[in-house]
């Protein structure tokens, strides 16, 4: 905690592993101290285009149907993708099967291609496949539009009540860390983010940019391990 060390960390390592794993070498409470959220992105419900569907209430209508014969892609077991999907899962009592990827491009080729039905993806990776005409997203997980996809509503919108899931990412120290370093280090990266050529290029990365003090983001933390901590625990997922 000497003021030069910092990691850079998103929701999977801070919120939920926890529920995920049995015992970790850390406490993501005890052992940093969060300095800002960074960045978020949303996950996008992409779909075939060949599956012919055009909604959410029509992709639900074609996995009950059909219970265990759809599958999905995530970017891995316990990623954010695979848990956000498990989260529709669980609110709307669906069977469709998890099908883990090594990483984006391969999850969502295997959308486009219709090896699988469906998958949330961060945008980025969907975005070339759309404009080739081979998967069409139908809703982001945000409470809110994602503001370089406005046209595509949100699964609230979408008639899916209170669901939110989003992919989020922050700095923080070592616990112990002076306070007036930290709040320093905040106001410094709040600054820089704001300045609109970053801004510019988070979004050409199709990230929203984050912001706001220390003591938000460490709530924000907390909230996000409360929330999905009953998600998992549904599930029983274990990646032990």
């Given amino acids: 905690p000497d003021g030069y060390t910092y990691v850079m960390s998103f929701n999977g390592p801070l919120s939920n592993a926890p529920h995920l794993y049995s015992k970790l070498p850390y406490d993501p409470i005890k052992d940093l101290a969060p300095v800002i959220r960074l960045a978020g992105t949303p996950f996008v419900l992409g779909v075939p285009t060949s599956l012919g569907v055009n909604s959410v209430k029509e992709l639900l209508a074609l996995i009950r149907k059909q219970p265990g014969k759809l599958n999905y892609s995530s970017l891995g077991n316990g990623s954010g993708t695979h848990l956000t999907m498990e989260l529709l899962k669980t609110m709307e009592k669906l069977f469709i099967v998890h099908i883990p990827y090594a990483g984006g491009p391969a999850a969502a080729q295997a959308v486009a291609t219709g090896e699988v039905q469906a998958a949330f993806m961060p945008a980025a990776v969907f975005i070339p496949h759309v404009s ?22 949100t699964m609230i919108e979408a008639g899916i009540a209170k669901f ?33 050529d970053v801004r510019e290029r988070f979004a050409k990365s199709q990230v ?12 924000h933390i907390a909230d996000e391990s409360g929330r999905w901590g009953p998600v998992i625990k549904y599930t029983g997922l274990r990646l032990d």
């Fill in 132 to 153: 080739a005409g081979r998967v069409k997203l139908l809703a982001v997980s945000t409470l809110e539009r994602f503001a370089l996809l406005p046209d595509v509503p």
């Fill in 164 to 196: 939110d899931s989003d992919g989020w990412s922050g700095i923080l120290a070592p616990a112990g860390t002076p306070k007036d370093v930290i709040d320093r280090m905040n106001r410094e990266i709040n600054t820089i983010i704001a300045a609109p």
């Fill in 208 to 219: 929203r940019t984050g912001g706001g003090s220390a003591e938000q983001f460490a709530k």
